[in-house]
C-alpha cells in the first residue's frame, strides 16, 4: 500500500545525503589468492614428467579423457543410449572444466561458462538436454531460469546505460541499423548455425578479420567497432583484429533475433554439470590425470597415477592441444591457438555506489581492457540483496598468445588484484571498500580461438574427422568455437561413434 | 611572521568562495535549475563584494579591531550559512529571500576582507609587492577551495558540516590576527572572547550536525513525526496530526489510520468472506498487522502466518501502544505467527498450503520489488493454494497508474489463475485496485462479518465494476526476465508527480 510520493522523498533524500555527508572510510584489506592453479601440472604433461606406475590395471571397454562439459556429454549420450561400461577421467578434484564453479557464504559462482542462449524451436541436442532437465515448461522456457531483468548494461561516460550496445549519434544508430540488418540477412541465410558443423558455408569470411570485414562493409562507427571488438573478446577470448568475419558474424547471426533469455543460474553453467553429474556422476573418476595414452595390441592402455585403463576406444575431451604430450606419434595439432583468460570471484560485503542505471547481470566497461562481471546473486529470488559475489572476466586479447600466458603467469596475486579494483574503480570509486576478498583463476589455454582462417583449416579437419584406432576428439576446441552447445555436439558425436565401432 | 600573513589571506580567500559554493549548489540542488542559481548567486556574492570593498573607504580607526570582528562575523555567518538555508527550505517559505540576503551580508563582509587587511599590511611591505603578494594568494585561496569542494568536501563532509568548517577556519585567522598584530589593537582581550565564543559556536554546530538532519526533516512530513527509526531495511516514520495516525515507510505513505479501515476491509473481505471454510491463512508483507485484524474477524480461521521482512517493524506493530489498539493486538494473537523473512525464497523453501493469502507489497517501484509481481512469483503462490483458495494482491492504483495494475491483472492470469479485478477509494490514497485470484470463478459472498465499518455485501459487487477512465489496457505480462511493470510503473507514476 503506497502511492508514491516522489517530491517529498527526493528532497527528503537529498537533505539526509548533503547534510550529514558520507562518512568516510579509509581503503580496506582484501585478501585472496590464486585459486584452482593447473599450469603446474599442465607443465609436468608437456615436459613428460609425470612418473606414473600405476599398481592397478582395469579393464573398460571405453575411456573418456576430460570431465568437462564434452566429456560429460558423451557420457550423457552414452547412458541414454544403454550402455555403461565407461569411465570418465578427470584431472582435477572436480569435474566441469571450463564449467566449473564455487561457493562462499553468500552464493554460489561460476569460475568461467556462465550462460548458455535459450536454443531455439527446433530440434537440438541442447533442447532435448535442457528439456530433460525442465528447464522448459509446455515447450516455454522456464522463468526462473532465465537471466532475470535487468541483463545488461554498460558503463559509458561516467554513468551506467541500459543494453550494451553504446548510444552514439544518429550515424552511430544508423549504422547499428545496417550493421543488424546485415546480420539478419546473414541468419536468414542459415550459414551460421549452433553446432557451426564441420564444413561451413560462407567458408571466405573465415579468410579475413572481422575487424577487416566491418571496414570493408563501410562500418566506421568506432561505438559499432568497440562493440563487435567487445564481442569477440568475450566469446573468443581475441580481438576483432585476430577473430575471423565468419566466427565474428556466427555470433550475432546464430542466435535468434529475440532470445529472452539466456538460461543463466548463479553457479553460471555449473549447475548444468551438477545436473549431468546425477546423470553420469558414477561413471566419473576425479584427480585422475591421465599422462600417457598408449597403443598395446589392438587396446588402448590409459594411465593414470593409480590405476591403468585397459580399453577398446578412446573418446578424448581434454583439450586437444594436449594430445600430443600423452600420445606417442601424435602429430601437434597445428594451427590450434588458445586465448588465455583471467576470471576473478569478487566477494562484496556491500554493494558500490554508482550512477545510471540499476545493477545488472552482466556489467560491461566501455573502452576497459576486461569484460566487466556479472553478478551471481543476480538470480537470487530475494528482494534484498546486501552482499554480492561478483565474478570478473578478462580475456588477455592483445597480442600474442604465448607472450600474454607468460605475463600471466609471471604477475603475481598483488598486481592483478591492483589491476581488476582499478579497473572496477572507474565505474565504481568506492569499490575498494566494499570488496573483502578477490580469488583469481589464471587460464592460460582457456578457449580456442576462431584465428583467422581457423575454421576452414586443413589442421582442423584432421582432428575432427579423426578416426584412426578407435580414437575420437572430443573437446569443444575443435568446434573453434567455445560455448555449451558445440561442446555437447563434440562430445554426443565421439560418443555416437564409439558406440558405432564397439557394438559392431 | 610572513608566512601566516599570507596563508591567512590564502584562507579567508578559500572562505569566501566556498560559502558562494555552498550557496550555488545547495540553490541549485533545492530549486533545481543550476544554470539560472549558480549564475544569480555568484552575480550577487560578486555585487556586494564591491559593495564591501566600496564601505571599506569609511573605515578609519581601529583597523584591525574592525578586521578580527569582520573575520568572526564572516565565521559565524557563513558557517552557519547552509543549516541556516536548510531549516529555511524545510521550515519557511522564504527560501530565497534569506538564500539572497544571506549571499548579500557575506558577500559585503567578505568584500570588506581585503582592503582592510591591505591597508593594516601597507606599512609593512612596499606597495607594490603587498598588492602583488595578497592577490595572488587570494587567488590561490579561490584555486582551492574550487577544487576541494567538489572532490572532498561535499561527498564526504555534506553541505552543513563544509561551511562549518570553513566558519571555524574564519574565526581562527580572525582568533590568530589578535596575536599578530597585538601592537596595533588597543585591548585584544575582548577580541579574544569574541572569537573563541565564535569558535564554540561552530564547533557546537558541527557535533550537532546529526541531529539537524532530523530536524529538517521532520518538516518535510505535514505532520508531527512521533516515531523515527532506521531499520536494516527500511525508514519508519510515525507522524500524528489529531487523531490521525500515518506511517511511511522510506518517505512512502502506508496508511493514515483515519482511512485504512477501507483499504484492509477491501484487501480481505471480498476474497475472505466468500470462503466459509478457510482454516488457515497466509498474509505477505503488511507487517502493520491491519490486514490480520481483519482476518481474525473469523472465528473459524485457526491460523495466520504473517512473512514480513522487516523484524523491527512487525515488532513496533506488537509493542509501540498506539500502533496495538489500531491494529487491534493482532500481532499478539495466538492463532498468528510472525516470520520475517522474504517472501520469495521464503514461498519457495516452504511446502505449507493456504486457504487464503493477502499480498500486501509495496509497490513494484524497482526491479527487486518488481520480482515479487511476476508470473514466476504467482505461479510459485498457486503451489501454496489449498483447492477452492483465493488471493488477494494489492495493485496500485488503477486510475493514476491504470497500466501498471492491469500489468499485474494479465501477469497473475498468464501464471495460470482466473483474476477478479476490483477497486475502492481511499482518501488518502486515491483510487486503489486490488485483484482477487484463484482456480475457480468468483461469486461475491453474500455475508460479510458484523461491524465492518466500510464494506457491505449490497456494495460488494460494486467494486469489481470499472469505470470508463480505469478499463483495461492492452499490456504483457511482467516476467522476471523483462520486468515490464517496473518500467510501466515508473513511467506512469513519473506523470502524475510533474
Ligand atoms: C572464461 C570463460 C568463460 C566462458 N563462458 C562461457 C559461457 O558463458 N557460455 C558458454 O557456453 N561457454 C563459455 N565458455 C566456453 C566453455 O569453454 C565451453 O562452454 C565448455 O565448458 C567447454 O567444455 P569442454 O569439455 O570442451 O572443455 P573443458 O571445459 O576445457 O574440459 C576439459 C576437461 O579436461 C580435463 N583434463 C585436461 N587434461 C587432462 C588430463 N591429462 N587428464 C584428465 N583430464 C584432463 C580438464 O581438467 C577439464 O575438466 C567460457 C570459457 C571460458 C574460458
Known amino acids: 500500500m503506497e502511492p508514491d510520493r516522489p517530491l517529498v522523498p527526493s528532497r527528503r533524500r537529498f537533505l539526509s545525503a548533503a547534510l550529514v555527508g558520507l562518512s568516510q572510510k579509509s581503503g580496506r584489506a582484501v585478501t585472496g589468492s590464486f585459486v584452482l592453479e593447473s599450469h603446474e601440472a599442465g607443465h609436468r604433461l608437456r615436459d613428460r614428467a609425470f612418473a606414473a606406475m600405476p599398481a592397478r590395471e582395469q579393464r573398460v571397454p571405453l575411456v573418456i579423457v576430460g570431465g568437462g562439459i564434452a566429456g560429460l556429454c558423451a557420457a550423457w549420450r552414452l547412458r541414454r543410449r544403454g550402455f555403461r561400461d565407461f569411465v570418465v577421467l578427470e584431472m582435477e578434484d572436480r569435474a566441469g572444466g571450463n564449467a566449473r564453479w564455487g561457493e562462499n557464504e553468500i552464493s554460489q559462482y561460476p569460475w568461467a561458462a556462465h550462460y548458455v542462449p535459450v536454443p531455439g524451436p527446433g530440434p537440438s541436442l541442447a533442447r532435448e538436454l535442457f528439456e530433460e532437465l525442465g528447464l522448459f515448461e509446455d515447450g516455454e522456457p522456464s522463468e526462473r531460469h532465465l537471466c532475470f531483468s535487468p541483463q545488461e548494461r554498460l558503463f559509458l561516460q561516467g554513468r551506467w546505460q541500459e543494453g550494451l550496445e553504446p548510444a552514439g549519434t544518429p550515424k552511430d544508430i544508423d549504422q547499428y541499423k545496417r550493421f543488424s540488418d546485415r546480420m539478419a540477412d546473414f541468419r536468414a541465410n542459415g550459414a551460421f548455425r549452433i553446432p557451426a558443423g564441420d564444413s561451413l558455408r560462407l567458408g571466405e569470411l573465415d579468410r579475413l578479420s572481422m575487424r577487416d570485414w566491418l571496414l570493408r562493409e563501410g562500418f566506421d562507427s568506432s561505438y559499432l567497432q568497440w562493440y563487435c571488438d567487445y564481442s569477440c573478446r568475450d566469446d573468443y577470448g581475441c580481438s576483432s583484429a585476430d577473430a575471423s568475419a565468419w566466427a565474428g558474424i556466427h555470433y550475432f547471426a546464430a542466435r535468434e533475433d529475440h532470445d529472452p533469455g539466456p538460461f543463466t543460474w548463479p553457479e553460471g553453467n555449473g549447475w548444468l554439470v551438477k545436473r549431468l553429474l546425477e546423470r553420469v556422476g558414477t561413471h566419473v573418476r576425479t584427480g585422475a590425470t591421465v599422462c600417457q595414452a598408449a597403443r598395446e595390441k589392438n587396446r588402448w592402455r590409459i594411465v593414470t597415477k593409480e590405476i591403468a585403463y585397459v580399453s577398446d576406444a578412446v573418446i578424448f575431451a581434454a583439450p586437444t592441444f594436449l594430445a600430443p604430450f600423452l600420445i606417442e606419434d601424435m602429430p601437434a595439432p597445428q594451427a590450434f591457438e588458445y586465448s588465455p583468460w583471467v576470471t576473478a570471484n569478487l566477494t562484496l560485503d556491500r554493494l558500490p555506489r554508482e550512477r545510471g542505471v540499476p545493477l545488472a547481470w552482466d556489467n560491461v566497461i566501455f573502452n576497459s581492457p576486461s569484460l566487466g562481471y556479472v553478478v551471481a546473486t543476480h538470480q537470487s529470488l530475494a528482494s534484498r540483496i546486501e552482499r554480492s559475489v561478483w565474478t570478473y572476466y578478462w580475456a588477455l586479447a592483445d597480442g600474442e598468445p604465448a607472450a600474454r600466458r607468460r605475463d600471466l603467469l609471471a604477475s603475481g596475486w598483488n598486481r592483478w588484484k591492483e589491476a581488476i579494483l582499478d579497473d572496477l574503480t572507474r565505474a565504481h570509486p568506492d569499490i575498494r571498500e566494499c570488496v573483502s576478498r578477490i580469488d583469481i583463476l589464471r587460464l592460460g589455454h582457456a578457449m580456442i580461438r576462431p584465428s583467422v582462417g581457423f575454421l576452414t583449416s586443413q589442421a582442423r579437419r584432421k582432428f575432427t574427422a579423426y578416426e584412426a584406432d578407435n580414437f575420437w576428439f572430443a573437446n569443444s576446441d575443435l568446434s573453434g568455437i567455445s560455448i555449451f552447445e558445440e561442446a555437447q555436439y563434440r562430445g554426443v558425436t565421439a560418443a555416437d561413434r564409439a558406440l558405432a565401432r564397439i557394438s559392431k | ?498
Open chain 2, 1 to 498: 611572521m610572513t608566512f601566516i600573513l599570507f596563508f591567512s589571506v590564502f584562507l579567508i580567500a578559500a572562505c569566501g568562495l566556498i560559502y558562494e559554493l555552498i550557496a550555488g549548489a545547495l540553490a541549485s540542488y533545492l530549486l533545481g535549475d543550476s544554470i539560472l542559481q549558480f549564475s544569480t548567486v555568484i552575480g550577487t556574492y560578486l555585487f556586494a563584494m564591491g559593495i564591501g570593498s566600496y564601505l571599506s573607504r569609511f573605515i578609519g580607526r581601529g583597523l584591525v579591531a574592525r578586521f578580527v570582528t569582520i573575520e568572526a562575523m564572516v565565521g559565524l555567518i557563513g558557517g552557519f550559512s547552509s543549516s541556516i538555508l536548510f531549516l529555511a527550505f524545510a521550515y519557511t517559505e522564504s527560501f530565497r529571500f534569506l538564500l539572497y540576503s544571506l549571499v548579500t551580508l557575506i558577500g559585503i563582509l567578505v568584500g570588506l576582507e581585503i582592503p582592510l587587511l591591505m591597508r593594516i599590511l601597507k606599512d609593512r611591505f612596499q606597495f607594490h609587492d603587498l598588492v602583488a603578494h595578497v592577490l595572488t594568494f587570494d587567488y590561490l585561496g579561490a584555486l582551492g577551495a574550487s577544487i576541494l569542494f567538489p572532490l572532498l568536501l561535499v561527498p564526504r563532509l555534506g553541505m552543513v558540516r563544509s561551511a562549518l568548517l570553513f566558519g571555524i577556519l574564519n574565526a581562527a585567522v580572525a582568533f590568530w590576527s589578535t596575536f599578530i598584530f597585538r601592537h596595533q589593537i588597543g585591548s585584544p582581550a575582548g577580541l579574544r572572547v569574541i572569537c573563541l565564543m565564535v569558535l564554540a559556536a561552530l564547533g557546537a554546530g558541527m557535533v550537532g550536525a546529526d541531529r539537524l538532519t532530523g530536524l529538517a526533516e521532520e518538516n518535510l512530513y505535514a505532520d508531527e513525526v512521533i516515531l523515527s527509526r532506521n531499520t536494516r531495511y527500511q525508514r519508519i516514520v510515525l507522524t500524528r496530526w489529531k487523531d490521525d495516525l500515518r506511517l511511511f515507510l522510506n518517505s512512502h505513505l502506508q496508511f493514515s489510520s483515519r482511512d485504512e479501515y477501507r483499504y484492509h476491509e477491501a484487501l480481505v473481505h471480498p476474497g475472505l468472506a466468500a470462503l466459509p471454510h478457510a482454516r488457515s491463512v497466509l498474509v505477505l508483507g503488511g507487517g502493520d498487522g491491519l490486514a490480520v485484524r481483519e482476518i481474525l474477524r473469523y472465528p473459524q480461521i485457526e491460523r495466520v502466518t504473517l512473512v514480513d521482512l522487516d523484524p523491527e517493524m512487525t515488532q513496533l506493530f506488537s509493542t509501540n501502544p498506539m500502533l496495538t489498539e489500531l491494529n487491534g493486538r493482532s500481532l499478539l494473537s495466538p492463532k498468528v505467527r510472525v516470520i520475517n523473512a522474504d517472501a520469495f525464497p521464503w514461498l519457495s523453501e516452504n511446502g505449507e498450503m493456504f486457504d487464503f493469502v493477502a499480498v500486501d507489497f509495496p509497490d513494484p517501484t524497482n526491479f527487486s520489488l518488481g520480482k515479487l509481481y511476476t508470473t514466476a512469483f504467482y505461479r510459485l503462490l498457486a503451489k501454496h493454494l489449498s483447492a477452492s483458495a483465493y488471493v488477494a494482491v494489492q495493485s496500485t492504483s488503477p486510475l493514476f497508474a491504470r497500466t501498471s495494475f492491469w500489468c499485474i491483472v494479465e501477469t497473475i492470469r498468464g501464471a495460470g489463475l482466473k483474476a477478479h479485478p476490483y477497486h475502492v477509494y481511499v482518501p488518502s490514497f486515491g483510487e486503489w485496485g486490488f485483484v482477487l485470484a484463484g482456480a475457480f470463478p468468483y461469486e461475491p459472498p453474500a455475508l460479510l462479518p458484523e461491524d465492518l465499518r466500510f464494506l457491505t455485501p449490497a456494495n460488494l459487487s460494486n467494486l469489481f465494476d470499472f469505470p470508463r477512465d480505469m478499463q483495461p489496457v492492452d499490456v504483457q505480462p511482467n516476467r522476471l526476465n523483462d520486468q515490464i511493470l517496473v518500467r510501466y510503473y515508473e513511467k506512469e507514476w513519473s506523470q502524475i508527480a510533474r
